[in-house]
């Protein structure tokens, strides 16, 4: 999927909607390089997003013992509660908008739903 610039709810929507689906799996699927690449959001934004995310109490980030390829500590992300309303009701709104015409409907969903 090419990556194309979407508009912030749209984004934060995708990055919560992935966190959430990848909730009960192992924590692997839960680290930067995984969210970037289900999310179709560069790494630099992505990583902007989630502290951001995290410094409002809508994610958690678990530090592990282990250091990643280039020395660097592997973070663990995980959605909190507060995280999961926000993603419903932000889901609600980008639903309104793809019926009312704002939004394609590909907008809606993550690159790994195709």
Do not use: C
């Not at 929507?13 to 959430?20: D, T």
């Not at 958690?60 to 280039?70: K, L, P, Q, V």
Request: aromatic share 8%; charged share 35%.
């Amino acid at each position: 999927m090419e990556k194309r610039r979407r508009d912030l709810p749209v984004t934060l929507y995708r990055i919560l909607l992935y966190l959430s689906r990848m909730r009960e799996r192992e924590d692997d699927t839960r680290r930067l390089m995984r969210v970037e690449r289900a999310v179709g959001v560069e790494r630099k934004e992505l990583r902007l997003h989630l502290q951001r995310m995290h410094e409002a109490g809508y994610i958690h980030i678990d530090e592990r013992d282990s250091r990643g390829r280039g020395g660097h500590p592997v973070l663990i992300y995980s959605i909190s509660e507060n995280g999961r309303t926000l993603r419903s009701d932000i889901g609600r709104w980008i639903d309104l908008s793809v019926r009312m015409g704002y939004y394609p409907d590909d907008f809606f969903y993550l690159p790994s739903d195709q």
